[in-house]
């Protein structure tokens, strides 16, 4: 196995950075670094530890151009977004910070025959696997709520954004986290899954696909090692018969496109009614034509490039088996010879089970129509999905919305009459093979504790 990795530019294919790996031997003894600093780092207070996320967020302000032009160069990621996503992550930290002492708060409760603390307590070193699609702020969800509740983390990145791996550990010490709270380590996958086997490793938190992530898990699970898995999905936003379509496509032009394509939890199948199917087709199609792909750099940019080649490869396979179900592509489609991993916006309709625009996950800027002949079709059609991250409905009947999404629709989070990403303050996460566990909103500082239970006799 080659023990050197290249970063690329995708928009102009040339090489940024040649990485060499660190051996499993290494990679262990790093671990075991992390669990002498958690010896010490569990001890600290909440305060202090709380100055510390704030000092991380100063951080992460003072360095935005610096990590956004990484971004830029290492995955493709447009220039406003990037902004976007250290303003998130800077946030993260601070509502961390601000919040955490209420949410670790210990309680008392009282039993037959005495009265009991429960206590929330650190764990040990904690292992995350993270993708590169927005290479800041899958790092800063995952380690900032569990170094805020006493644990250490060590990552291992996507091989293909190791320059913000490494900028990611210069942010921490920065900041002043004690050496080895925080480390990035520039590992292969096997390495990490070796990782996984370490005994100082008391939990594992990984996102990406299904087929890798439940490898992970039973990895873990062999080792009685809990997991958080955040796994993509094929989310269905619906349009019912009374959506407003101006709001409809507005919404769903965006979720698509998002991230260049390249997010889980954004809009990929539309489940439109009959009623109003071609009134948003034809809406959508024109507000797709108005969209500019090119430079990340570029102002009037509003699609980058994909972040590899073989992302663009595999999503235009998946584009053409579509068709060769039987979709029909009404736009795009079609690769270009030009330089850098750009795939043109695509519309595929006429989409149904058995295409992969239909049952699997489209990770670019391809939209799948699939037309539904009533609401109460749409709905069975949005869950007919192993995912279930994400999902919106559109409707002018908002409390009817609301408890569709509430009793009917089975997913983690759905956006109703408008689409959003993840908020510092609300939980994230999904259902079936989308994975478990939750991080954001109080919830992902709790994954990794142990509820202590202290029994007082009286």
Not at 7 to 23: D, M, V
Not at 52 to 64: M, N, P, Q, V, Y
Not at 127 to 145: A, D, K, M
Not at 225 to 254: H, M, R, W
Request: glycine share 8%; hydrophobic share 35%; charged share 25%.
């Amino acid at each position: 196995m080659a023990n050197t990795v290249q970063t690329i530019n995708p928009a102009t294919e040339e090489t940024l950075q040649t990485y060499t790996l660190l051996s499993t031997e290494e990679a262990n003894k790093a671990i075991d670094a992390s669990h002498d600093a958690y010896n010490q780092w569990r001890k600290t207070t909440l305060e202090e530890r709380s100055k510390l996320l704030h000092s991380l967020a100063d951080t992460i302000e003072a360095r935005k151009d610096d990590l956004v032009e990484l971004m830029i160069q290492e995955m493709g990621k447009v220039k406003e977004q990037g902004y976007q996503e250290v303003a998130l992550c800077a946030g993260i930290c601070r509502y961390t910070a601000d919040n955490a002492a209420e949410q670790l708060k210990e309680e008392q409760r009282d039993y037959d025959g005495g009265s009991a603390i429960i206590t929330y307590q650190p764990v040990g070193v904690i292992l995350g696997i993270q993708p590169w699609n927005f290479p800041l702020y899958q790092v800063i969800r995952y380690s900032v709520p569990n170094v805020m509740a006493g644990n250490t983390t060590v990552l291992k990145h996507a091989d293909n954004v190791f320059g913000m791996a490494k900028m990611i550990q210069e942010l921490y010490e920065e900041a002043g986290f004690p050496k080895n709270v925080y480390q990035s380590l520039l590992i292969s996958g096997s390495t990490a899954s070796e990782l996984i086997k370490h005994d100082k490793v008391r939990g594992v938190t990984f996102t990406g696909s299904d087929g890798v992530g439940k490898k992970v898990a039973e990895n873990a699970g062999s080792q009685s090692k809990k997991t958080v898995l955040e796994l993509g999905s094929n989310d269905a936003f619906v349009v019912l018969e009374d959506a407003d379509i101006d709001t409809a496509v507005q919404a769903c032009v965006q979720g698509r496109v998002i991230n260049n394509g390249e997010t889980c939890v954004s809009a990929k199948r539309f489940v439109v009614t009959d009623k109003v199917y071609e009134q948003f087709k034809e809406a959508y199609v024109e507000a797709f034509n108005k969209l500019k792909v090119g430079d990340p750099r570029a102002e009037d940019t509003d699609v980058g490039p994909m972040a590899r080649k073989d992302l663009v490869e595999k999503l235009d396979k998946q584009v053409q088996e579509s068709i060769d179900a039987g979709a029909t592509c009404i736009m795009g489609g079609k690769m270009s010879d030009n330089t850098g991993y750009y795939y043109p916006l695509t519309i595929l309709e006429d989409v149904k089970p058995g295409m992969p625009a239909y049952d699997d996950e489209l990770f670019g800027p391809v939209a799948s129509f699939i037309r539904a002949k009533d609401d109460e079709d749409a709905m069975r059609i949005a869950n007919d999905s192993r995912y279930g991250l994400g999902g919106g409905i559109f409707s002018k009947d908002e409390k009817r919305a609301i408890e569709l999404a509430r009793s009917e629709f089975d997913t983690g989070m759905i956006n109703i009459n408008g689409y959003s990403l993840a908020q510092p303050n609300l939980p994230f996460g999904g259902v079936k093979e989308s994975g478990y566990g939750r991080e954001h909103g109080g919830f992902g500082i709790k994954e990794f504790v142990n509820a202590k239970t202290i029994f007082i006799a009286q």
